[in-house]
Each structure stands twice: as structure tokens, then as C-alpha cells.
Nanobody
Framework: VQLQASGGGGVQAGGSLRLSCSAS????????MGWFRQAPGKEREFVAG??????????ADSVKGRFTISTHNTYTQLFLQMQMNSLKPEDTAVYYC????????????????????WGQGTLVTVSS
């Protein structure tokens, strides 16, 4: 699965950005999707995840109440967005979208090792 991410950029603290990610060209039943990020000198970390159905959602504690993940999937297209509000300098990182095959349309996963497809990454820079 090839994922295309977009929407990163620079913003001042307190500002907002929206990230998008999409894939098409094959059947995508039961794929969970997620956003991960990696700051300089740090390991890649889970940010938010959503099941193919959109019914199950999970956020990292650090972004709860500020980030909103959503999906509008069909069986031949994956589409993922994440609205990021009240951004903080510590949100600065390269953000990656990823897809993981699941057992059901409600499968969800926060473990990056379970994701087998990754986008190219988009840089988010939050200045104080």
C-alpha cells in the first residue's frame, strides 16, 4: 500500500494544521490507520489511530483534546485526516501516516510494528 501524506508546515504555538493521507488502487478492507511522529533525537511514537470503520479511535495522552483523527474510507480508497489544534512546540516532528491490516473493520492498533505501510512523512514545526 502506497500512502501519500500532506499538510505539514510551520505554525506558531496555539495555531492549527490539518494533515491528510490517502491511498488507492487496490482493496483495503479492514485496514486500521494511524498517525505517528518522530522528533529529532527521539523514537517514533504513536499519535492517533482509527479503525477502518471509524468507530474505534485512540489518542496518545499528549494530544487528547487537541487532535482529532477521522477517516472516510471505501473498499478501494483509504483517506485519513488529522486536525491539530492548540499546537505546542513539543508537537514539532515529522508526522507519518500508516496503515495496518486488521481482522475486522473495527480493528485498531497503536503498535508501530503492526503497521506494514507508511507514508513519506510530513514536517510540522511549531514555534514558540
Amino acid at each position: 500500500v502506497q500512502l501519500q501524506a500532506s499538510g505539514g508546515g510551520g505554525v506558531q504555538a496555539g495555531g492549527s494544521l490539518r494533515l491528510s493521507c490517502s491511498a488507492s488502487g487496490r482493496t483495503f478492507s479492514n485496514y486500521a490507520m494511524g498517525w505517528f511522529r518522530q522528533a529529532p533525537g527521539k523514537e517514533r511514537e504513536f499519535v492517533a489511530g482509527i479503525s477502518w470503520s471509524g468507530r474505534n479511535i485512540r489518542y496518545a495522552d499528549s494530544v487528547k483534546g487537541r487532535f482529532t483523527i477521522s477517516t472516510h474510507n471505501t473498499y478501494t480508497q483509504l483517506f485519513l485526516q488529522m486536525q491539530m489544534n492548540s499546537l505546542k512546540p513539543e508537537d514539532t516532528a515529522v508526522y507519518y501516516c500508516a496503515a495496518a491490516p486488521g481482522r475486522t473493520i473495527d480493528s485498531l492498533n497503536s503498535n508501530p510494528q503492526m503497521y506494514d505501510s507508511w507514508g513519506q512523512g510530513t514536517l510540522v514545526t511549531v514555534s514558540s
